[in-house]
């Protein structure tokens, strides 16, 4: 079994900053791209940023500047640092990965995604 924990959320002043953890766990063989989505109330979740396995990152226009994606890849982590947050930015925020498995002792073909259960991150102006 797969699992993926996100942690670190919560409630920040405007300006402020927070750090995301996901930490995945389980009969892990290899983990390809990681990310960070959020989905805001009433609206369609958003991809925030991406990793590669070898660093390679990319980010929404609108964290740009502010947010940096980061991966250790011998623990299986992956770190969201969030600095100068905005109201805006306020959302429960989910890591993905796509993570190649073991099943009866084996690395199974293909990668996979899942999904952390999300953590809420409060900006108050």
């Known amino acids: 079994q797969v699992q993926l924990v996100e942690s670190g959320g919560g409630l920040v002043q405007a300006g402020g900053s927070l750090r995301l953890v996901c930490a995945a766990s389980g009969t892990i063989f290899s983990i390809n791209v990681m990310g960070w989505y959020r989905q805001a109330p009433e609206k369609q979740r958003e991809l925030v940023a991406t990793i590669t396995s070898g660093g390679t990152t990319d980010y929404d226009d609108s964290v740009k500047g502010r947010f940096t994606i980061s991966r250790d890849n011998a623990k299986n982590t992956m770190y969201l640092q969030m600095n100068s947050l905005k109201p805006e930015d306020t959302a429960v925020y989910y890591c993905?990965?796509?993570?190649?498995?073991?099943?009866?002792?084996?690395?199974?073909?293909?990668?996979?995604?899942?999904w952390g259960q999300g953590t809420q991150v409060t900006v108050s102006s």
């Open positions: 993905n990965a796509a993570i190649r498995a073991y099943s009866g002792g084996y690395p199974v073909r293909n990668f996979r995604d899942y």
